[in-house]
T-cell receptor
């Protein structure tokens, strides 16, 4: 099956700093989403981005499908950005989604 | 527009018992997928239902089963519970499936098996 790797696994930032999270995948994908998991476990949608670039406030994402990676940019980080960030991909059209291992982000005041 | 609703939020069960979890998708969404999240294995796909039919399943034993009703609500059942089944169970709702439409997750059901 498809392999999905995220880097870095852990990240500690000072409030106000910028960061880039990376998601590499081993095969062509039909679908890619970025999620933020809050401390209570819920996955919050950030981006639905099988290809191209999108921006939403301080967050933006780029997926380069031909090179099999996606990037999530967080600018001017805030303590509320803390949590785990996951990318999730679907390949093959079989509705089976594979999640990456996540990046645990801690933003300190 | 109401989001994805999972019930119950928390459950404590004893080894050997069975459990049923429920997921109500966003109105109009026809696909429901289930995931198990554990510290050791991460987020793993259990199965996906669309229009009352299971379209795919992950690598879980037959003790894990599910179904979907005509109103798109879905249930998953785990029989003969084991300690290792302790996990956060998440369901995702999407219009036509996660191959080509955006998925939205519920808050999850945290199951503890003692």
């Amino acid at each position: 099956g498809i392999q999905v790797e995220q880097s870095p696994p852990d990240l500690i930032l000072q409030e106000g700093a910028n960061s880039t999270l990376r998601c590499n995948f081993s095969d062509s994908v039909n679908n890619l989403q970025w999620f933020h998991q809050n401390p209570w476990g819920q996955l919050i949608n950030l981006f639905y981005i099988p290809s191209g670039t999108k921006q939403n406030g301080r967050l933006s994402a780029t997926t380069v499908a031909t090179e099999r990676y996606s990037l999530l940019y967080i600018s001017s980080s805030q303590t509320t950005d803390s949590g785990v960030y996951f990318c999730a991909v679907e390949a093959g059209g079989y509705q089976k989604v594979t999640f990456g291992t996540g990046t645990k982000l801690q933003v300190i005041p | 527009k109401a989001g994805v609703t999972q019930t119950p939020r928390y459950l404590i069960k004893t080894r050997g018992q069975q459990v049923t979890l429920s997921c109500s998708p966003i109105s109009g969404h026809r696909s429901v997928s289930w995931y198990q999240q554990t510290p050791g294995q991460g987020l793993q796909f259990l199965f996906e239902y669309f229009s009352e039919t299971q379209r795919n399943k992950g690598n879980f034993p037959g003790r894990f089963s599910g179904r979907q009703f005509s109103n798109s609500r879905s249930e998953m059942n785990v029989s003969t519970l084991e300690l290792g089944d302790s996990a956060l169970y998440l369901c995702a709702s999407s219009l036509y499936g996660q191959s080509n439409t955006e998925a939205f997750f519920g808050q999850g059901t945290r199951l503890t098996v003692v």
